[in-house]
């Protein structure tokens, strides 16, 4: 993965999903919201976990790669 700009339905950085999902998982234990709010939030919680979870598989990959003996 590389770093692309957010809103041209490009790939966010590592560090701004990751913020983001912290962010709602904060909204989400704090209560308050409606079913749909919630649910809005669930679904956009798992899209930004999974952008994490590609970062870090490519970047696992990256550094087995770098490892690996010529």
Do not use: Y
């Amino acid at each position: 993965m590389t770093a692309k700009k957010q809103g041209e339905g490009q790939i966010p950085s590592f560090e701004a999903s990751r913020d983001e999902l912290a962010k709602i998982v904060q909204q989400l234990e704090a209560g308050g919201l409606t079913l749909e709010e919630s649910l809005a939030l669930w679904e956009r919680g798992e899209a930004l976990a999974a952008v994490c979870q590609g970062w870090l598989d490519t970047t696992r990959a990256r550094l087995e790669q770098a490892k690996a003996p010529d």
